[in-house]
């Protein structure tokens, strides 16, 4: 498994999680690296994304209210989601986009190959 996201749970509106995601150094290395979300019955959405150059975008749902960074040390990307919202309910994935374009951030996500298995995020 070349992506393994942890962090999610059930938390109340208003409040924080900190999700993680531990990657192969494989796909750590590669360009940029994102959060997505999914609820039942709608498409995945782009949340969050951070390349290479420490560039970052973000949904304007989330804008101000989350931050991506990584780790490098422990090849690991992190999602810090604070001000909860019960819509921020969903399954949340992280992946990776090999190729450098500018393309992977907001409000593209194009490009992204590899994918985790996903952690569950609730909110009430």
């Known amino acids: 498994v070349q992506l393994v996201e942890s962090g999610g749970g059930s938390v109340q509106a208003g409040g924080s999680l900190r999700l993680s995601c531990v990657a192969s150094a494989f796909y750590y290395r590669m360009y940029c690296m994102g959060w997505f979300r999914q609820t039942p019955g709608k498409e995945r959405e782009g949340v969050a994304a951070?390349?290479?150059?420490?560039?970052?975008s973000y949904a304007d749902s989330v804008k101000g209210r989350f931050t991506i960074s990584r780790d490098n040390a422990k090849n690991t990307l992190y999602l810090q989601m604070n001000s909860l919202k019960p819509e921020d309910t969903a399954m949340y994935y992280c992946?990776?986009?090999?190729?450098?374009?500018?393309?992977?951030?907001?409000?593209?996500?194009?490009?992204?190959?590899?994918w985790g298995q996903g952690t569950q995020v609730t909110v009430s």
């Open positions: 951070i390349d290479s150059d420490g560039r970052t």
């Open positions: 992946a990776t986009r090999p190729i450098r374009s500018s393309s992977c951030h907001f409000p593209f996500w194009e490009g992204y190959a590899v």
